[in-house]
Nanobody, 116 residues
Framework: QVQLVESGGGLVQAGGSLTLSCAVS????????LAWYRQSPGTQRDMVAT???????TYGGSVKGRFTISRDAMKKTVQLQMSSLELDDTAVYYC??????????WGQGTQVTVSS
């Protein structure tokens, strides 16, 4: 059973920075497309950023230029560096791992709250 455990969430002022981390268990880390999603109350879960096994990244439109996703094969972690945080970035952030065409695995989520 693959487990994903997020950490690093918290309260931050607008304009500040925060880094989320997600530890991925198991032996298939190098084969996963890794991603961060976020969800606010009453809204759907939206993609924030993805990174392929080869390191190709994609970002949701609202975070481009502010967020950076990275992966560390040795530590089996995926990170999301967030800067210039805005009130609208407040959400529960989820880590996701999936092989192409495979079932996704999700973490339990970590709360990020941006205050004015």
């Amino acid at each position: 059973q693959v487990q994903l455990v997020e950490s690093g969430g918290g309260l931050v002022q607008a304009g500040g920075s925060l880094t989320l981390s997600c530890a991925v268990s198991g032996s298939m880390f190098n084969y996963y497309i890794l991603a961060w999603y976020r969800q606010s109350p009453g809204t759907q879960r939206d993609m924030v950023a993805t990174i392929t096994p080869g390191g190709t990244t994609t970002y949701g439109g609202s975070v481009k230029g502010r967020f950076t996703i990275s992966r560390d094969a040795m530590k089996k972690t995926v990170q999301l560096q967030m800067s210039s945080l805005e009130l609208d970035d407040t959400a529960v952030y989820y880590c996701k791992a999936a092989r192409p065409g495979g079932l996704p695995y999700w973490g339990q989520g970590t709360q990020v709250t941006v205050s004015s």
